[in-house]
């Protein structure tokens, strides 16, 4: 029998997280288009209507019916607007362990939403699922994105030398690839101790996920 995460929805102070709806599709291609979330991640460039709905209706369920992770959509709890993504992947549920990443829409950065979103997920992770690891991996000149990993009280623990191809625009503006380093950042339940209190102090930062 394949262990499953619970198809549920957090909350934060202002954020909700929730499972992604067809509404979602045209929101959700046009933060994918972004030019950082195209420089920084995998996903199809461009991103179409089509891409957005099959992640939506068939990819995005199928990570959590088939024990692979979870995918949660993140709105804006004021207005309902979706600000971004967080998603659990290469879950082990013998180990406990998973890997995070997370996007958040250019027009929310700047807010705090990444590390609100990512210690919201991490607190569920840990305190409801019982888990015991979670990781996350950056590449290199990603920085924005290893202050997000940092905020939340993430730990280095090495890097993997040319292990990610991101992209980047040529002389002619068109985008190529570029192979580059992976920063390895690991969480531990402990590890949460003191964060929620950190960032209400801080009041967040510009976030910016390392997602694929």
């Known amino acids: 029998m394949t262990s499953t995460f619970p198809n549920v929805s957090i909350s934060t102070e202002r954020l909700v997280l929730r499972p992604f709806e067809e509404t979602d599709a045209e929101a959700f291609a046009e933060m994918m288009n972004d030019e950082l979330v195209t420089a920084w991640t995998s996903v199809p460039q461009p991103y179409t209507a089509a891409d957005a709905h099959a992640w939506i209706t068939r990819r995005a369920p199928a990570e ?6 979870i995918v949660f ?12 993504t967080v998603r659990l992947s290469h879950t082990d549920w013998r180990v406990r362990s998973a890997e995070m990443s997370y996007v958040v829409a250019p027009w929310a950065r700047g807010e705090g939403y990444a590390s609100e979103a990512a210690l919201a997920t991490a607190q569920w992770f840990f305190r409801d699922q019982d888990f015991e690891r979670l990781e996350l991996r950056t590449a290199a000149d990603n920085t924005a ?5 940092q905020k939340i009280g993430c730990i280095s623990e090495g890097v ?17 690839d570029v192979r580059t380093d992976l920063i390895v950042w690991s969480l531990l339940p402990e590890d949460l101790d003191g964060v929620g ?15 694929n």
């Open 64 to 69: 959590r019916a088939e024990g692979r992770g």
């Open 160 to 176: 993997l030398r040319g292990a990610w191809i991101a992209r980047a625009r040529d002389d002619r503006g068109e985008w190529r």
């Open 197 to 211: 209190e950190q960032l209400a102090d801080t009041g967040g930062f510009t976030a910016f996920p390392d997602w």
């Open 73 to 84: 959509a993140v709105d804006e709890f004021l207005t309902q607007r979706l600000v971004g």
């Open 145 to 149: 994105s290893q202050q997000v990993a």
